[in-house]
Structure formats: structure tokens, C-alpha cells
């Protein structure tokens, strides 16, 4: 069975400069699809987590002048994990999150202060 995880956030649009407080902020939705019966294993659930970083990554890329070419948004990606593992909710999910390079235990500040 697949399920679809929508999160919506406001990811500061870097292109390849210094982010500044002043710079506009773009809103970023994705929709993860990933097999539920999965998460029922620790691989299944490590799999799953993997599927989701990699769609994390495709809607966080943006378009860089500095390196010509595309680069992730890491922080962007790093909200989308942390909402889309907080909506999922399933404990193998959360144990494969603790562990990986994408683990934060809340949003952004930046996604904190484009939320005011």
C-alpha cells in the first residue's frame, strides 16, 4: 500500500550566495509515496527512509549561478524530513531518522520565522 505525505514549508531560496534575512522565502510542497508494509522491518524501514531523503532532495534542488548547475537545499530537505517522519509517525521510521545525516528534532529557524 502507498501512502502520500504532504508537507509544506518555506525554504529561504539560496542561489549559491550568502543567506540573508532579507531574501524572499519560497514555498516548497512535496509528496512522499512509500510502501507502509516496509516500515515493519528495520531494512524495510532504513529503505523507506532512503526513498524518502532522495525525494526530499528532488524538491529541495535549486538552481545554482555560483556552481552552474543544481544543488540541494539542505535545510529545505531537513524540514521536509523531519515533517514527513512526524506525519508517518512509526517507530522504525523514527529509530532509521535518529541515525541519519538528515536528523534535526525540529523545523529550521528560518521555516520558524517564515511561519510568524
Known amino acids: 500500500m502507498k501512502i502520500r505525505v504532504s508537507s509544506i514549508l518555506f525554504a529561504l531560496s539560496l542561489f549559491g550566495g550568502v543567506a540573508h534575512a532579507d531574501q ?3 514555498q516548497v510542497s512535496a509528496e512522499f509515496t512509500f510502501d ?3 516500515l515493519e522491518s528495520e531494512a ?4 523507506v527512509l ?3 531523503e532522495k525525494q526530499a532532495e528532488k524538491a529541495c534542488r535549486k538552481v545554482s549561478l555560483v556552481t552552474v ?10 524540514d521536509l524530513m523531519v515533517q514527513a517522519v ?13 541515525a541519519s545525516s ?7 529557524e528560518r521555516l520558524q520565522l517564515a511561519a510568524r
Open 24 to 26: 524572499d522565502y519560497t
Open 50 to 52: 532512503t526513498d524518502l
Open 69 to 78: 548547475g543544481l544543488v540541494v537545499d539542505e535545510v529545505c530537505a531537513q
Open 86 to 98: 512526524d506525519q508517518i509517525g512509526h517507530s522504525n521510521l523514527a529509530e532509521q531518522y535518529a
Open 44 to 47: 524495510g524501514a532504513a529503505q
Open 36 to 38: 507502509q508494509t516496509m
Open 102 to 108: 538528515y536528523y534535526t528534532d525540529t523545523v529550521s
